[in-house]
């Protein structure tokens, strides 16, 4: 499991190289290969994994592990507003957006879990996630997630060294199916987070080994479409 979520934290590592802007008070513009390569990323994790679907009369075994998947997009507080989960594949083409990062986490309920990303000591030059944790509770049919997330923002020739900051929130997800949040991180300069969450229960290698497989084929799936 180490290694699989290590495998698909450097594939998000080297989407935020791909698709990041620079420039510190917003994101531009993003060039076509980069926002084909977005809207790739947004439609897997807007999809459903229907291999893992079940059939709905039959009750689903209970599991005590949560696999939780994100993709995180830094777009203006107006564009934010405006978003929803039936126009998300489109944004990359209507407005500036700048991928931030595609964190996944394996979390047990009420218990919290977090992944320590790290900036390697250089200064970002677009906003960055360095943490984020999670406490996932049950809450009848769905699960509310307790979501911390530690930002650095990209330093500017106004502020070289600006703060960090932390942003804490709840969002309500539904086993594979997609819940989109919005967080604002910067009133001043009315920027927001967009956040795809995807979650699914797991209970051993089987499960995960499951989830990874519908990942990386829906991966493909949308890099076929794209080149159609």
């Known amino acids: 499991m180490k290694l699989g979520v290590a495998r698909f934290r450097g594939m998000s590592i080297a989407l935020v190289g791909l698709i990041g802007c620079s420039g510190a008070e917003m994101a531009q513009p993003v060039a076509a290969d980069s926002r084909a390569a977005l809207t790739e ?122 703060a960090p900051r932390t942003l804490r929130f709840a969002a309500t997800v539904r086993e594979n199916e997609p819940a989109l949040a919005r967080v604002e991180w910067d009133q001043a300069s009315q920027r927001s987070l967009l956040i795809v969450f995807r979650t699914f229960e797991a209970q051993g290698e089987e499960d995960l080994r499951a989830i990874f497989q519908c990942m990386m084929q829906q991966h493909a799936q949308a890099v076929r479409e794209r080149g159609r």
Do not use: Y
């Open 41 to 162: 990323v947004l439609s897997a994790v807007t999809a459903r994994c229907p291999d893992l679907q079940g059939p709905p009369s039959s009750p689903k075994p209970s599991r005590d592990r949560l696999f939780v998947e994100a993709v995180i997009l830094d777009v203006s507080s107006a564009v934010a507003e405006q978003a929803s989960l039936s126009t998300l594949q489109r944004l990359p083409q209507t407005a500036p957006v700048q991928l931030v990062a595609t964190p996944h986490l394996l979390a047990d309920f009420d218990q919290p879990s977090q992944m320590v990303l790290g900036l390697n000591g250089e200064t970002p030059e677009q906003l960055s996630l360095v943490r984020w944790s999670l406490l996932p509770r049950r809450a009848d049919r769905e699960v509310v997630l307790e979501v911390e997330l530690a930002l650095e923002p990209p330093a500017s020739k106004h502020v070289p060294s600006p």
